[in-house]
């Protein structure tokens, strides 16, 4: 399958065109709004469903199955935000503030495009190994850390401890580091009984979620002007430089192509839930307009729309 062909399945996959319709309904004005409780809902049901699915499959696999593949998107995880803490600062002139809090985004990882992926490759024909969700966990806190190190060095970080505490006790980590233990402690077995409501519904929910989410994204379209031409370009060159480096890890480190087109998409994500959250905490001076533009209104879309299906060519091409 070439990548045109590719394309076209991330593009007029349901989860692409809900996301679509999304974005269509606010630049129409239109009055279709999820409530808040809605939104909140969808968002553990999808976090949960994925930790109990990964966890049923880690109480299946062996340590050294999941060791390197887990070293490999720690190192990601704690090497993307020194690249682009220097791009920014050097190339892009940003203060060492905003470059930190941009590096938080872009090192740590996007959950929901982590789930959108899972999606994507199931339908190719080629899903990822079961306990990816484990390795998205363990990917999600180093980059944070590491950003607000750097932005310490400068003398401008803050509160870090307070930071740590909101992302470690945030909803998207409990969810899915709770998920996987309750699936691990519960194993295959256990998780049959609640695959009905987890599993077989998921799509469904993906799809209202991406819906609600492409209406968000597309409040913030309009500060893309603001945000300069730089780093608009950063946005969407960065996800392809850490995508294509995420997808090498993953066949070195011997993943199948779905799980190497997988930890490639989660280095190429950005997050917009837990690194919001700690950034704001321990970099209060720290642009929003920056960081939130250039990971929810540009990267988020890029990587529905073209990245996974460039992450998903580049994977088969490694693997033959």
Known sequence: MDPIDLLRL?????????FALGVLATLLRSDLK?????????????????????GAALATTSPREIALPALAGIALGAAIPFWVYAALRRLGGFGAV???????????VSAVTFIVALSYVQSLGMPAEGFMPAVLALMEVP???????LARDRGAGEGMGSALHEVLA?????????????GFAAGPRGYEAVKPFFADPFQGALCLFLLDLGMVAALRFKD???????LVAFAVVAPLLNGAAGVAAGWAVGLSPGGSAVLGTLAASASY?????????????????YYLTASLALTF???????LPLYAWFARFLHG
């Open 10 to 18: 991330g593009v007029l996959s349901p989860m692409t065109l809900c």
């Open 34 to 54: 999820f409530p808040e409780p809605v939104y909140t809902a969808l968002s553990i049901y999808l976090l949960l469903a994925i930790g109990l699915k990964g």
């Open 98 to 108: 905003d470059a930190a809090a941009l590096a938080a985004h872009y090192g740590s």
């Open 143 to 149: 980059a944070i850390v590491i950003a607000l190190m």
């Open 170 to 182: 945030g909803r998207s980590i409990l969810l899915l580091a709770g998920g996987l233990a309750i």
């Open 224 to 230: 893309v002007r603001a945000v300069g031409r730089f």
């Open 273 to 289: 839930i837990a690194a919001p959250a700690a950034v704001r905490l321990a970099l209060p001076s720290a642009n929003p307009g």
């Open 301 to 307: 879309p890029f990587n529905l729309v073209a990245g």
